[in-house]
């Protein structure tokens, strides 16, 4: 496999500048409406997260969750759990919460210990304290177009395409990639807008065809660079939700999409990664602890 390009944000950004979908700054205008929000209702907002154990990935993203939080003015409360609880104890754990009413807000960090089901501790959180909305209850009004709360990577791609300016009712959309939490909600929302949607996995034959037809495509397959400029079709918006850490050949560990870069002299739109769906989903995330807290 040829090894994906290397650019910085900045450099990304200068490399496309007609085409770049910057979630960085897209994030930040969300993340300081959020903080407008709560200032103005008053009230304290507050996001309790659970850590069940001590990986390494998981506790710097708590620390950065808990400073985002603070940005806003979400009070972060983590909830550490011992290494090697069982379902019980998580399960309890959550129970707990549940029918905590100043806790109104609430994420699960995974991975959760071995032998532990996910989801069935993600079914357990209260529909409606379910700010990563992973609750099946959640996922199902999605379906139905009712208010719930949506998963926040599937928002984030949601909020980068409207950027675009794109009309999606009638819009032929690919989705690479169909996991329940980004792939497959991210199909349902498109659906909500009357786009025509397909929605590709692993195993789909003649993905490359699909693309070429598509008026967008999101690439959301965990494969570095899968997504060339020869499947894109010219002027289509192209979202990569993709983050893979892959080593450069000067031996340095660095974070990739799924989508070449030089998918940019062909789309009209890019997402870049760095710099895109990432920080749009963490506002989303904020949005949605405002949207639990105060609703
Ligand atoms: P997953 O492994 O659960 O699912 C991957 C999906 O892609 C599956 O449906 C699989 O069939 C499909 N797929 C794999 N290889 C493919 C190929 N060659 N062609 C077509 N389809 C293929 O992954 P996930 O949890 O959905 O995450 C996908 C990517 O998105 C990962 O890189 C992950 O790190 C990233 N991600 C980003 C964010 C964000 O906020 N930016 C959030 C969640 C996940």
Redesign the pocket.
Known sequence: MTEPQQHSHEEYLSLVSAKAIDGKSLGAQVRQAVRARIERCGKPVRLDAVLVGTDAAAQVYAQNQARTCKEVGIDYHLHPLPAGSEYATVADHITSMNADGVVRAIMLHLPLPAGVDTERVQALIAPEKDVEGVNPVNIGNIVYGRRSLVP??AL?VLELIEHTGIVLRGARCVI????????KPIAVLLMREEATVVS?????KG?RDLTREADVVIA????PG?VKPEWIKPDAVVID????RVKGADGVTKTVG?VEPSVAEIAGWLSPVPG???PM?VAMLLRNVADAALA
């Open positions: 926040c990577t984030a690479v990639g169909a996991s329940n939490i980004v792939g590709a996995n692993k195993y789909t993905l959301a397959a965990g494969v899968l939700v993709g983050i893979n799924d895109g769906v990432g989903t």
